[in-house]
């Protein structure tokens, strides 16, 4: 290139570059914009303190409190059976099962009766033979004086003489075989009483074969012993039946037992709280397990909406641990299953069937009660007075359904976060809302209200 070329093309290139620095020199730096703090929107629930009715599920099968297996206590053959006596049918108190023939035990009676109509005719001569006996014995007795002192009289002639010895020994004979007699008469009465005592043994033994016999014939009858439902039926008529043979079975329809199994983790907070401070002795343990009529039951079979509910009563502590869940069970006693059927609407609480069983204790007060959900690790998020986030450590009293009740309440008004927050950061800003449809499933749980949509009995 030409030193003329570069002369023409230098200037404008250095002009440009002035140019440039010129226009950039004089303008203002950018600002930088302060953005500030953002708020996390959450939902909270304000608290305060609740009455708290404690409550825990379990579940258990249907068994009828009473149940009877027939069993025929005499032999015979059939000759009658109810109609009724079939199962699922119902029997009445007293109403007869079967009857078994009963000739064989009318024979025992008339026998029976037989030997004690002899029984009291040798009682009768007895009595008769012992009148006898004593008159005998008086006039015996007359004679043998008679006899001794006419032997006084021959013992005395032959002393003057004027009698022979003959005689005298003759008279003395006499006298020793009336005195014979004399105790014979004695001996015989004497046993007499020996004799009644064994005739009276007699009539009293035939007395029982008698009164056997009656309880025989009378179990010829079998009779339902309360109102039930038959369960199983095992004879047929003209049917022989042995002692000992079982007829059918029975089950009671007054009163419905449920082995209620409830998780042991349940259970224990349950207990602390149904009996608080009783369950730390043995004394105590032996007063709560005298004092399950402070508990009350209701049990539920049937799904939301249209569950039929019967109330029940806590009986007493079963004896055993269910061995594959390791649950511990509560027997509850419904009266009278059967009283509230309506058919279509309402179903009886009949054998075998799986219920859902609540158990309730007297309520508590000024309980804090917050979802399962609002708990974490032992921890709470609260919103401060001027809406920061305040992580609080609570303690776990108890867990029921989805909500969880602390063992020392929050102060009043406490706003607890029920809403996911990520990341948590302690003091992180926040802008918090009510959750009402929370709010209200909080108060619904409290359990002091009853639950809807359920056929109550």
């Known amino acids: 290139m030409s030193v003329l070329r570069k002369a023409l093309i230098l200037p ?31 939902r909270v629930v304000s608290v305060s303190p609740q009455t708290f009715v404690p409550r825990v599920i379990g579940y258990g099968t249907v068994e009828p409190a009473r149940t009877l297996d027939a069993i025929a206590q005499v032999a015979g053959r059939v000759i009658y059976i109810n109609p009724s006596f079939k199962r699922g049918d119902f029997m009445a108190a007293g109403d007869v099962l079967i009857k078994l023939s009963p000739e064989d035990y009318e024979l025992e009676i008339a026998e029976a009766e037989t030997d004690i109509a002899s029984a009291d005719v040798d009682l009768e001569e007895l009595a008769v033979t012992l009148e006898t006996q004593k008159k005998s014995l008086e006039i015996s007795k007359a004679v043998l004086d008679l006899e001794e002192r006419e032997l006084t009289r021959l013992k005395t002639l032959l002393e003057r003489k004027v009698t022979s010895e003959q005689q005298v020994e003759n008279q003395e ?4 075989q009336q005195r014979s007699d004399v105790q014979d008469l004695e001996n015989e009465i004497a046993l007499n009483p020996v004799k009644q005592k064994a005739l009276e043994q007699a009539k009293r033994k035939n007395e029982v074969r008698l009164e ?18 038959v369960s199983e039926v095992s004879v047929e008529i003209d049917q022989y039946v042995g002692a000992g043979t079982s007829i059918g079975s029975l089950d009671g329809i007054e009163a419905a037992d449920i082995d209620v199994q409830i998780a042991p983790a349940n259970m224990s907070g349950f207990a602390n ?66 009283d509230t059927l309506r058919p279509g609407v309402r179903p009886p609480l009949v054998k075998g069937m799986f219920t859902e069983v609540e158990l309730s204790a007297p309520a508590v007060e000024d309980k804090t009660i917050l979802p399962r959900s609002a708990v974490l690790d032992g921890k709470v998020m609260t919103v401060t007075k001027d809406n920061r986030l305040e992580l609080k ?35 992180m800003l926040l802008k918090p809302v009510e959750d009402k449809s929370v709010q209200t499933r909080l108060e619904a749980a409290t359990g002091l209200a009853a639950s809807p949509g359920e056929v109550q009995q």
Do not use: C, M
């Open 12 to 42: 404008p290139i250095a002009l440009g570059a002035a140019a440039l620095y010129v226009a950039v020199s004089g303008k203002e730096a950018p600002k930088r914009l302060d953005i500030g703090e953002t708020a996390t929107v959450v």
């Open 173 to 176: 004979a006499v006298v020793l």
């Open 212 to 229: 056997t016999a009656k309880l025989n014939l009378a179990r010829t009858t079998i009779k339902a012993p309360f109102p039930a439902r």
């Open 273 to 338: 709280l149904a009996f608080p401070g009783q369950l730390d002795t043995e004394e105590g343990v032996r007063h709560a397990r005298q004092s399950l009529d402070r508990l009350s039951a209701r049990v539920k079979v049937g799904s939301v909406g249209d569950a039929a509910t019967w109330q029940a009563r806590v009986k007493r502590v079963s004896d055993t641990v269910d061995p594959d869940t390791r649950s511990v069970g509560l027997i509850v006693t419904v009266d009278k299953p059967y």
């Open 393 to 427: 450590d609570v303690d776990i009293a108890y867990r029921f359904d989805d909500i969880v009740l602390l063992k020392q309440p929050l102060a009043d008004g406490t706003r607890v976060i029920v809403s996911d927050v990520s990341p948590v950061i302690d003091g």
